[in-house]
């Protein structure tokens, strides 16, 4: 087995409540997605997770298992009966290298 980390931030449609963008958030954690980095939340459109796969499978393969995880948690958030449409999302899956927040004040010229 080989260790990926991956990834996801997404956009919502503008007319998507609040209680029904942290239903989504709720389903992705639900399946293994984090939303805290080094104990710091992350953006409140943004989750990640270390996933495993075979020797055979590509980072083509991890890439299309996340959109499937990301396609059933909207599905179950519509299933329950609230309005979500998922307007676009950005999946990245690395295969090795380091990973964590960007340390110091992202902002400021200093850094």
């Known amino acids: ?9 997404y956009e919502t449609h503008p007319e998507v409540t609040e209680a029904d963008r942290k239903w989504l958030r709720a389903e992705l ?3 293994r997605w984090l939303e805290h980095v080094e104990g710091k939340k992350l953006p409140s459109n943004a989750v990640f997770m270390v996933r495993s796969a ?11 298992a996340c959109t499937r995880e990301l396609r059933a948690a909207a599905q179950a958030v519509r299933k329950s009966g ?10 990245h899956v690395s295969g090795g290298g380091t ?3 960007v340390a110091g004040d992202v902002a400021s010229p200093e850094g």
Do not use: N, Q
């Open 82 to 91: 609230r309005a979500l449409t998922v307007t676009r999302a950005w999946i």
């Open 1 to 9: 087995m080989r260790k990926f980390v991956c990834s996801m931030t």
């Open 29 to 31: 954690v639900g399946r």
């Open 99 to 101: 990973y964590g927040p």
């Open 54 to 64: 075979g020797d055979e499978e590509t980072t083509d393969d991890v890439h299309e």
